[in-house]
């Protein structure tokens, strides 16, 4: 699947929510070690290696909600359809 058919699915974890855009992601800048939790599987990612970054938007008014960073499509997947 594509990382852009993800675009308007709603994340079972996040009712209310719509997936504004996926793309492939890595910080560029070597300053302060960045991390972040995946919301699927609790991993910690080091955001300078290559992960998901995933926007999301209110569904009532697409206005920009936040970001969320995924390992991979995997991970991806079971957050969409985590129940």
Do not use: F, I
């Not at 080091?46 to 938007?57: A, F, G, P, Y």
Request: aromatic share 6%; proline share 5%; glycine share 6%.
């Amino acid at each position: 699947m594509a990382l852009s058919d993800y675009t308007g699915l709603t994340p079972q974890a996040e009712p209310g929510m719509v997936v504004g855009r996926v793309s492939q992601h890595h910080l560029w800048t070597m300053d302060a070690e960045q991390t972040a939790r995946c919301p699927h599987c609790d991993a910690v990612l080091d955001l300078h290696e290559r992960h998901l970054l995933v926007t999301l938007s209110e569904e009532s008014n697409y206005l920009p909600a936040g970001k969320r960073y995924l390992c991979d499509e995997a991970c991806l997947q079971g957050w969409l359809d985590a129940e």
